[in-house]
C-alpha cells in the first residue's frame, strides 16, 4: 500500500505537470475483448460472482497491465454497486444487460430505500482496492470509480437499459421533488462509497456519467451536474480525500464542458464528439483532459488505428494535461494488437511530440 509509484505519468498528467510523453489508459480496458478475461469469467460463472470475488476483480484488472504497457488500472467492479447494496434484486445476464427486480417509481419506494453502510454492504468492492493496490506493488495508480447520481438513477427507476428513459425522465418531468430525493440519496451513497475506496487504496477516481447525453441542458444542470458539485465538494473538503485527482466524464456532454470544469474536478473526460483541441482552449487551463479516440477506430487494422490516434496526439499538441483515452469503453469485439498498436502509438508519438517542441 505504501509502494512508491515506478510510473506516475498518469497523476503527474492530472496535476497538468509535465511528463516524458502522454499516459494511456482505456475505459472497460479489463473486458471481454481480452481471451484471458473471458476465461477469468467463465472460472466464476457470471459477471455479478466476478465483481463480488476479490480475488478474482483482481486477476482481471491486472489481466491488461500485463498485456500492455499501460499508466493506470481501474478497479474491476460494476456502476450498479450502489443500487445492488439497496436491494433493488439485480441480475446481469449476457446479452440482455442489467436489470432490477424491483425499480424504483414511486414516493413510496424512494423512502423506503435503505441508507446503506457502505463498508458493509460493499465490503468486497474494498478488498479488492486493497489486494490490486498491492499486487500492484507501485507499478501504476489505481484508479476507483462509481456512477454518477443520474446514470444511477435512470437504470434504479427504469429498471434496467433504457434508449428513451421514459421512466426515468418522466419523473424529472412530472415529480422533480421527488427526483431530487432519490438523486440526493444517491449522491451521499456515492460520496460514502467513494471516500472508503480512497480509505482502502484508490489513488484517483473518476465519476461516470454515462446517460448524461439524454437530458436538456437545463436538466443536466439541475438532475446531473448539481449532484457531481455535491461529489466534488464533498471529496475536496475532507482532508482524507481532498488530493485525490477527481475526473468526471458526461457521455454527451460537449455543450457543458466549462459548467463540468467549474466544479472543482482536476480531469474532464471527453467522448469524440468534441475535437480534443478546441476542449484544450476552453478549459484545458483549468483541469486535465482525458480521451478521446472513438472506440470504433479499434476495430479497424493497426495503421489505421496509429493514424487517428497520432491526429487526436497532435490536436492536442505539447501541453501538459492530457490522458490519453478512449470516447468510451472498448468494445468486446476488439482485437488485442489493435490495443498494443493503440498505447505504442500514444506512448511513442506523444514523445516525439515532445522532443520537436522542445527544439524548436
Sequence with gaps: MTSELKN????????????????????????????????????????????????????????PLERFDLDAAI???????????????????????????????????????????????????????????????GRVPLIGFTGSPWTLMTYMVEGGSSKDFKFAKGMLHCEPKMSHVLLDRTADAVIAYLKAQVEAGAQA???????????????????????????????????????????????????????????????????????????RELIGDRVALQGNLDPTVLYANPETVRREAKLVLDDFGAHPGHIF????????????ENVKALVDTVHEHSANIRKQEAGS
Design 8 to 63: 506516475d505519468r498518469f497523476l503527474r498528467a492530472l496535476r497538468r505537470e509535465e511528463t516524458d510523453c502522454t499516459p494511456i489508459w482505456i475505459m472497460r480496458q479489463a473486458g471481454r475483448y481480452l481471451p484471458e478475461y473471458r476465461a477469468t469469467r467463465k472460472v466464476a460463472g457470471d459477471f455479478l460472482t466476478l465483481c463480488k470475488t476479490p480475488e478474482l476483480a483482481c486477476e482481471v484488472t491486472l489481466q
Design 205 to 279: 477516481l473518476m465519476v461516470f456519467d454515462t446517460w448524461a447525453g439524454a437530458l436538456s441542458t437545463p436538466q443536466y444542470m439541475e438532475f446531473s451536474l448539481a449532484y457531481m458539485w455535491k461529489i466534488v465538494n464533498a471529496l475536496k473538503e475532507d482532508e482524507k480525500t481532498r488530493d485525490i485527482p477527481v475526473t468526471l466524464f458526461s457521455k454527451g456532454g460537449g455543450l457543458w464542458l466549462e459548467k463540468i470544469a467549474a466544479t472543482g474536478c482536476d480531469g474532464v473526460g471527453l467522448d469524440w464528439g468534441v475535437p480534443i483541441s478546441y476542449a
Design 325 to 336: 483515452n478512449l470516447g468510451h469503453g472498448i468494445h468486446p469485439g476488439i482485437d488485442p
Design 75 to 137: 478497479l474491476f467492479s460494476d456502476i450498479l454497486t450502489i443500487p445492488d447494496a439497496m436491494g433493488l434484486g439485480l441480475s446481469l445476464n449476457e446479452g440482455v444487460g442489467p436489470k432490477f427486480a424491483n425499480p424504483v417509481r414511486t414516493v413510496d419506494a424512494i423512502k423506503a430505500l435503505p441508507v446503506i453502510d457502505v463498508q458493509e454492504e460493499l465490503a468486497y468492492v474494498f478488498d479488492a482496492v486493497r489486494l490490486i493496490r498491492s499486487e500492484l506493488d
